[in-house]
């Protein structure tokens, strides 16, 4: 599994500074997605010590949020799994463009989880017509928390 590049954002995991890891090779490939060039298969590779230094480097981020990788969901939860022991004091998400939690992962190595293709008709999380789910993982129950993103609504 490979990464293109990092982003420190604000707006993906409501309330947390997050290192967002860009991961290329998308199978997905959604119409109307705006990072085309993550469908190709380019990038360095994101190992335990590759992604050791991106976390060490990017002092003050509270979540680490894996953006992609649904080619490999093993090995995304590997990592996870490694964030979760090495840094227990950060939060790790997961954007996956699948409709439904793969059956590579475990639930307890990850604290979000965004699922759903990217539909430009129904628009992103922002959006209150997205088909796009953003949960909060609480054990083995996932809380829906995409009305946060919606202007007007009440968060949960």
């Known amino acids: 599994m490979k990464y293109v590049?990092?982003?420190?954002?604000?707006?993906?995991?409501p309330d947390e500074v997050t290192l967002a890891i860009n991961i290329s090779n998308c199978p997905i490939?959604?119409?109307?997605?705006?990072s085309q060039h993550l469908w190709k298969d380019i990038g360095e590779p994101l190992t335990e010590s590759s992604l050791s230094l991106l976390i060490e480097k990017n002092i003050g981020i509270t979540c680490v949020c894996f953006m992609g990788g649904d080619m490999e969901p093993d090995e995304v939860n590997r990592l996870a799994g490694?964030?979760?022991q090495s840094y227990p004091h950060l939060k790790i998400g997961w954007y996956s463009g699948q409709e439904w939690f793969s059956i590579f992962a475990?639930?307890?190595n990850f604290d979000y989880?965004?699922?759903?293709?990217?539909?430009?008709k129904l628009g992103g999380l922002t959006s209150s017509k997205?088909?796009?789910?953003?949960y909060k993982v609480d054990g083995y129950v996932l809380k829906n928390i995409t009305n946060c993103f919606w202007k007007g609504h009440d968060k949960q």
């Not at 997205?130 to 953003?134: A, G, I, P």
């Open 5 to 13: 590049d990092t982003r420190i954002v604000f707006a993906e995991v």
């Open 29 to 34: 490939r959604c119409k109307g997605c705006h």
């Open 82 to 84: 490694y964030v979760r």
């Open 106 to 108: 475990e639930y307890k």
């Open 113 to 120: 989880l965004k699922l759903g293709p990217y539909i430009k």
């Open 130 to 134: 997205t088909n796009q789910r953003l």
